[in-house]
Every structure is written in structure tokens, then in C-alpha cells.
């Protein structure tokens, strides 16, 4: 969360072997076209924070770090 400069939301899925990480934009509707635009830019924002937050910890754990 640090990393990203926000915070996620975190889904425990104790019952799988996954969990659900993830960030939230409030007070809009995917079904309202006058919210894409706000949607897209926060999709692309957030997605890169969160991959840049998260990529580094992956390649280590899969032994493909770069350092």
C-alpha cells in the first residue's frame, strides 16, 4: 500500500488458494457513459500503481529479480 500510495481493499479467501486485492472508485456507474471517462483514467492510474507496487515482490518469488 505504501508502494502504490493508496489503499486496497483486501478479500481473505481462506477457503481457496486465492484472495482478492484490489481499489474501489466511489460514486460512479459503469452503466452511466458519463462516468467512463473518470473510470478509464482511474483504471489506468491505479493498474500501473498497482503493478508497480507488486512487480518487484513477484519477480523475486518467482526468481526473476533483476537486482
Not at 479467501?13 to 482511474?42: E, G, M, N, R, T
Amino acid at each position: 500500500e505504501e508502494q502504490a500510495s493508496c489503499a486496497f481493499i483486501w478479500q481473505r479467501a481462506d477457503d481457496i488458494k486465492a484472495s482478492k486485492i484490489y481499489v474501489a472508485l466511489d460514486d460512479v456507474k459503469i452503466s452511466d457513459q458519463a462516468d467512463w471517462p473518470s473510470l478509464a483514467s482511474f483504471h489506468a492510474e491505479y493498474a500501473m500503481r498497482i503493478c508497480n507496487a507488486f512487480l518487484p515482490y513477484l519477480n523475486v518469488f518467482v526468481g526473476n529479480d533483476t537486482n
